[in-house]
C-alpha cells in the first residue's frame, strides 16, 4: 500500500479549528533522549462508574463502588484533509482505511515517546475510535480494532518518507506501529465540541470523561481511555444531536 504517512503526529495538536481550544505544541516535536527513558507504560485509571442515567445503569453492574481499572480502549487521530507535509499528502481518512486491502492497515507515523509506548502497549482484538483531526469539525467518526500488536515501523528507515528518522537503528529501531482493521463507523458522528461539554461537566460532577485525555493531554495522537470512558462515549452514538 502506498507509504506516506497518515496517522502522523500533527494531527496530534489541539484542533485549532475549535472555538476557544488552546494551540498545543505536536507531537513532531518530540521528547530529547532522557525523556524516553522516562515514558512509561500506559497508567492504571479509575473513575466513578458513570454519571447521571449512564451511571444508573453502571452501578446496577458494579454496585456503584469504585474501582480503579486499566486502560484497555484508545483513541487514534487522523487527518481526513489533504495537507503536505515535506513534500507528501498526509491525509487519510476512515473512508481511506475502509478503502485498504482488507479494510486493514498500519498506524506509522508516531514520533513522541509516550504516544509510542501507547502503541506497544495495545492488545490484539482491543478497539479503538478513530477520530477525524486538524479539520473542519473534529470529532470521532468510527471504531477500528488491533490486528496485529506493535512491530517496527518501516518508516523510520525510509529516506523518502516524511517521518524518517537518521538516529533511528534497524538493530533496535525507535518506532513502533500496529496494524487496524475497520470495525464500523459510529452511528453517528460525535464531535469533539460535545465531548468537551461532557467532559467540562463531569469535571464538577464527578463523571466518566473527567480525566479524558483528549482534553488533559490533547497533543497526542494516540490515546488511551477507561472502559468507563470508552462506554460513555460509545453511549453518545444513541443520543440525539445537541
Not at 178 to 191: A, G, L, Y
Request: neutral net charge; aromatic residues 10%; proline residues 7%.
Amino acid at each position: 500500500m502506498p507509504w506516506p504517512s497518515r496517522k502522523r503526529d500533527k494531527a496530534a495538536a489541539a484542533d485549532t479549528k475549535e472555538p476557544d481550544a488552546k494551540i498545543a505544541k505536536t507531537e513532531e516535536e518530540a521528547p530529547d533522549e532522557e525523556e524516553e527513558e522516562k515514558a512509561t507504560k500506559p497508567p492504571a485509571g479509575s473513575s466513578k462508574s458513570g454519571w447521571k442515567n449512564w451511571k444508573k445503569t453502571k452501578e446496577s453492574d458494579s454496585g456503584g463502588e469504585e474501582s480503579k481499572i486499566t486502560y484497555c480502549h484508545w483513541l487514534l487521530k487522523s487527518e481526513p484533509e489533504s495537507r503536505l507535509e515535506k513534500g507528501v499528502d498526509v491525509k487519510f481518512s476512515i473512508d481511506d482505511l475502509k478503502a485498504q486491502p482488507n479494510q486493514t492497515t498500519f498506524w506509522d507515523g508516531v514520533r513522541n515517546y509516550q504516544a509510542r509506548n501507547f502503541l506497544r502497549a495495545m492488545k490484539l482484538g482491543q478497539q479503538a475510535f478513530f477520530y477525524h483531526s486538524n479539520c473542519k469539525e473534529p470529532g470521532i467518526v468510527g471504531i477500528v480494532k488491533i490486528v496485529k500488536e506493535a512491530y517496527p515501523d518501516h518508516t523510520q528507515f525510509d529516506q523518502k518518507n516524511p517521518h524518517y528518522d537518521s538516529s533511528s537503528r534497524k538493530e533496535n529501531p525507535k518506532w513502533s506501529m500496529v496494524d487496524v482493521q475497520f470495525v464500523r463507523m459510529t452511528k453517528r458522528f460525535i464531535p469533539l465540541s460535545e465531548l468537551k461539554a461532557h467532559h467540562l461537566a463531569h469535571k464538577a460532577d464527578g463523571g466518566p470523561l473527567q480525566n479524558m485525555m483528549l482534553f488533559t493531554r490533547q497533543r497526542l495522537s494516540i490515546q488511551p481511555l477507561t472502559q468507563e470512558e470508552f462506554d460513555f462515549v460509545l453511549s453518545l452514538e444513541e443520543e440525539k444531536p445537541h
